[in-house]
């Protein structure tokens, strides 16, 4: 039906495996609109490519392997924004008993790869990087509080979030790998 052009197969398809899609893109990229514009290239490439599906061969299968595909393209490309911040502290603070296991174990996953990252950071970095990350404190009160200057807590947020971006990155090529 799809390889004919059938848009209701399309739409059924999308409704059945885009949540699953996204979720896996937001996993290894931490980044809402990169895992959302992952999906929809997905789902383009596979609209273009409808004619050339095997229709023997497990659709999910062909699904992810694309969708896998893509993502190292864009973990390996280091202009790409992986790890927003934002979006990971969002993951961060979702763990609770009301979400599907299945997302709850997504969200510990990626938890845990940004821990991993945070735990390298040197002590000092990863104590401004915490300090920040929290929300509660400026730049300023992060100086007084650990006795340096606002420009060397604006350095090292900077020079932390610069190296967690590539070790999260590092990580999930690593992950996908190995899926």
Same mark, same amino acid.
């Given at each position: 039906m799809l390889r004919g052009g059938n848009n209701l197969a399309f739409t059924m398809l999308y409704h059945k495996y885009s949540e699953q $899609? &996204?979720? *896996?893109?937001?996993? &290894? *990229?931490? !980044?809402? /609109?990169?895992?959302? #514009? $992952?999906? +929809? %290239?997905?789902f383009l490439k596979i609209w273009i490519k409808r004619e050339q599906i095997d229709a023997g061969a497990p659709f999910n299968y062909y =699904?992810?392997? @694309? =969708?896998? !595909? #893509?993502? =190292? %393209?864009?973990?390996? #490309?280091?202009?790409?924004e992986v790890f927003k911040l934002e979006d990971c502290?969002?993951?961060? !603070?979702?763990?609770? #008993?009301?979400?599907?296991?299945?997302? +709850?174990?997504?969200?510990?996953? +990626? /938890?845990?790869?940004?821990r991993k990252a945070i735990d390298s950071l040197s002590p000092q970095k990863?104590?401004?990087?915490? *300090?920040? $990350?929290?929300?509660? &404190?400026? !730049?300023? +009160? @992060?100086?007084n509080k650990l006795n340096l200057s606002i420009n060397t807590v604006k350095f090292q947020y900077t020079q932390s979030l610069k190296k967690l971006r590539? =070790?999260?990155r590092t990580i999930?090529?690593?992950?996908?790998?190995?899926n």
């Open positions: $899609a &996204y979720t *896996l893109a937001f996993k &290894y *990229l931490c !980044n809402k /609109s990169m895992a959302e #514009d $992952a999906v +929809q %290239n997905l =699904l992810f392997t @694309i =969708l896998k !595909n #893509d993502l =190292l %393209n864009i973990l390996r #490309d280091t202009k790409s502290l969002e993951v961060l !603070n979702k763990i609770d #008993d009301t979400t599907e296991k299945e997302t +709850q174990e997504i969200i510990k996953e +990626q /938890s845990a790869i940004l990863k104590t401004i990087f915490e *300090l920040k $990350a929290t929300g509660e &404190y400026s !730049n300023e +009160q @992060i100086a590539e =070790l999260v999930s090529i690593i992950l996908l790998f190995l």
